[in-house]
Nanobody
Framework: QVQVVLSGGGLVQAGGSLRLSCAAS????????MGWYRQAPGKQRELVAT???????NYADSVKGRFTISRSSARNTVYLQMNSLKPEDTAVYYC?????????WGRGTQVTVSS
C-alpha cells in the first residue's frame, strides 16, 4: 500500500495562501494520476484537484483560479498551492491516487481559514 506524508496545513486569514505537500513512499509515476481531496465538517470528502503523469490538471469549480496542483517526480511529491483562501476552504485535506484510492487516507492535514 502507498504511504503518503502530508505537510503544510495550518491557520490562515481569508485571502492568504498555503502550500500543501504530499510525499509518497514510492514513485508517483507508478500511478496514472494523483489527487488532492478535502473534507469539511459535516460534509462528504470531495475531490479538489488532480494531476496526471503528463501533468494534465483538473480542478473543482470551487477552487479554479485559486489553487494550483503540481508534482515533482524526482521527489515523489505532489503539491497544492492555495491562494486567495476563503473560510469555505476550511477542511481536512488529503492526498491519494486517482481515480482509485491506493494510499491510506491517514489523518490528513487541517487547513483553517479565518474570516
Amino acid at each position: 500500500q502507498v504511504q503518503v506524508v502530508l505537510s503544510g496545513g495550518g491557520l490562515v486569514q481569508a485571502g492568504g495562501s498555503l502550500r500543501l505537500s504530499c510525499a509518497a513512499s514510492g514513485s508517483i509515476n507508478n500511478f496514472g494520476a494523483m489527487g488532492w481531496y478535502r473534507q469539511a465538517p459535516g460534509k462528504q470528502r470531495e475531490l479538489v484537484a488532480t494531476i496526471t503523469r503528463s501533468e494534465n490538471t483538473n480542478y473543482a469549480d470551487s477552487v479554479k483560479g485559486r489553487f494550483t496542483i503540481s508534482r515533482s517526480s524526482a521527489r515523489n511529491t505532489v503539491y497544492l498551492q492555495m491562494n486567495s483562501l476563503k473560510p469555505e476552504d476550511t477542511a481536512v485535506y488529503y492526498c491519494n491516487t486517482f481515480p482509485t484510492y491506493l494510499a491510506s487516507w491517514g489523518r490528513g492535514t487541517q487547513v483553517t481559514v479565518s474570516s
